[in-house]
């Protein structure tokens, strides 16, 4: 691949995660680039509107992805094709060299992903918790530390953030942070390396040299049996050496089913913790938090409509805030709620899609095949109760309604009835595999546009 092509897919990755789909493929996605020509990056662009936008993003979005890229790239120009034939064929800039040992600990961490940008909530405290006692105690404390929850939840940034932490206290920590593709990738290369199937020295010496090895997204380990074992043995090595070793994955490690028995007992011997879904006080926390990182002015209105409506991730909700402040920036709009609905409308049907105590009883009938009479009302068959209990918890959760207010719903019932019913439900989410895929279901069908 050639260097331009190279380094633009490193920067745009960057680029591409901090807003939509749709912006970035509208604009950014159409650059082609050229050459690099005194460390600046050198992008062709088909049209002048397409140039004009980008060229608006200099200062921010591009700023930021070049400095998060790490790459040597000084600056972007944009220029239109026919102002591309200026620019010499490139010119393959030499590759450093990298002592070995430098280049397996060259620090690949985002350094926006601190513990200070991270929003504690009830969703988290007890994750962020165990992550700051480990980032002040690496190896002794939680060892390993095995952190879960659904996608886009904060997981690999409260794993950077534990990364980040330590070295900024001693640089010289060998911090090793990988996906697992990259593990299964790095091994299987590895093993490629040598004839006789044996593990690679350097392989070894790299994971074994760690002081603290962070893998992240275990559940991609699925199948790949040899790969397991030479975690087996990197783990136990680790271990034994008192290094902290810090694991993420989507599911309960009881629920990586595809794995070795002993690994995912290793998994368990440590502190499991587990993140879940941001209420809507945390929802507004975390956009405010963002949009004070973004250095972004957004009025509180504009806070509790994007808080409001998107409901599903953290990710998910950090794109939608980005969308509005593009949108805003692109059209030169004054942001408010007019604005952020229509630049959102991508996400959200504004207009039909307003979640309601209805909705939620609707699609738990629905779901578990009940009459709606019968949830609302006395009876005390088991599914009923459960389906009611669980309707409680998403009302409770999703609308925040009082508690007396679901109970004179729930026709009249006491809102200790309904307190009991949302955190019986509200623990089971976090014991009861079925219970939490039924929510996730239940979830996903009232969110659904
Ligand atoms: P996961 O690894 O669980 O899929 P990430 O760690 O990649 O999720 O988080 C997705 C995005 O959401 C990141 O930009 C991250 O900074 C942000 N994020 C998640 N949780 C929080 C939080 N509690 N406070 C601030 N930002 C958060
Ligand atoms: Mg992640």
């Known amino acids: 691949m050639n260097e331009s092509v190279k380094v633009w897919k490193e920067i745009s990755s960057y680029i591409e995660a901090s807003m939509s789909t749709v912006s970035y493929e509208m604009w950014f996605g159409k650059l082609v680039p050229?050459?690099?020509?005194?460390?600046?990056?050198?992008?062709?662009?088909?049209?002048?509107?397409?140039?004009?936008?980008?060229?608006?993003?200099?200062?921010?979005?591009?700023?930021?992805?070049?400095?998060?890229?790490?790459?040597?790239?000084?600056?972007?120009?944009v220029v239109l094709e026919e102002e591309a034939e200026v620019y010499k064929p490139e010119k393959e800039p030499a590759p450093i060299e990298k002592p070995?040992?430098?280049?397996?600990?060259?620090?690949?961490?985002?350094p926006s992903f601190t513990f200070d940008n991270f929003v504690v909530g009830d969703c988290n405290n007890i994750?962020?918790?165990?992550?700051?006692?480990?980032?002040?105690?690496?190896?002794?404390?939680?060892?390993?530390?095995?952190?879960y929850g659904g996608v886009g939840l904060g997981k690999t940034h409260i794993m950077q953030a534990i990364g980040n932490y330590i070295l900024s206290a001693d640089k010289n920590k060998k911090i090793l942070y990988v996906t697992t593709?990259?593990?299964?990738?790095?091994?299987?290369?590895?093993?490629?390396?040598?004839?006789?199937?044996?593990?690679?020295?350097?392989?070894?010496?790299?994971?074994?040299?760690?002081d603290v090895l962070m893998i992240d997204d275990i559940q991609f380990l699925a199948n790949k049996?040899?790969?397991?074992?030479?975690?087996?043995?990197?783990?136990?090595?680790?271990?034994?050496?008192?290094?902290?070793?810090?694991?993420?994955?989507?599911?309960?490690?009881?629920?990586?089913?595809?794995l070795e028995e002993r690994l995912k007992s290793r998994f368990q011997s440590g502190l499991t913790v587990d993140i879940t879904n941001p209420s809507v006080e945390t929802r507004v926390a975390i956009l405010r938090k963002k949009a004070e990182i973004k250095k972004f002015r957004v009025s509180n209105d504009v806070i509790f409509f994007i808080a409001d409506n998107i409901t599903s991730n953290v990710r998910e909700l950090e794109g939608a805030l980005l969308k509005v402040m593009f949108y805003c920036d692109l059209m030169g709009k004054e942001c408010n709620v007019d604005v952020a609905k229509e630049a959102l409308k991508d996400y959200i049907d504004v207009t039909t899609h307003v979640i309601s105590i209805d909705n939620i009883v609707d699609a738990t009938c629905t779901y578990f095949n009940i009459k709606r009479a019968d949830i609302i009302g006395k009876k005390k068959v088991k599914n009923i109760v459960n389906a009611r209990q669980i309707a409680i918890y998403l009302i409770n959760d999703l609308l925040g309604i009082p508690l007396n207010g679901i109970g004179d719903y729930f026709g009249g019932r006491d809102h200790t009835t309904i307190m009991y019913a949302r955190d019986k439900i509200g623990s089971l989410c976090k014991t009861d595999p079925l219970v939490q895929a039924q929510i996730n279901d239940l979830r996903a069908m009232i969110q659904k546009k």
Do not use: C, W
């Open 34 to 77: 050229l050459t690099i020509e005194n460390n600046k990056l050198i992008l062709v662009a088909p049209l002048v509107s397409v140039k004009r936008t980008v060229d608006g993003f200099k200062d921010t979005v591009i700023k930021e992805a070049i400095e998060k890229s790490g790459t040597y790239i000084s600056d972007i120009v």
């Open 100 to 110: 070995v040992e430098e280049d397996n600990f060259r620090n690949v961490l985002d």
């Open 225 to 258: 049996t040899s790969t397991q074992e030479a975690l087996f043995h990197t783990f136990n090595d680790l271990y034994q050496n008192k290094k902290q070793i810090v694991l993420s994955s989507d599911r309960h490690p009881k629920e990586l089913t595809f």
């Open 181 to 210: 593709e990259q593990f299964v990738n790095e091994f299987v290369d590895s093993i490629m390396k040598n004839k006789d199937n044996k593990l690679n020295k350097s392989f070894r010496e790299k994971y074994r040299s760690a």
């Open 127 to 147: 994750a962020s918790s165990a992550a700051k006692a480990v980032a002040e105690n690496p190896g002794v404390l939680y060892n390993p530390l095995f952190i």
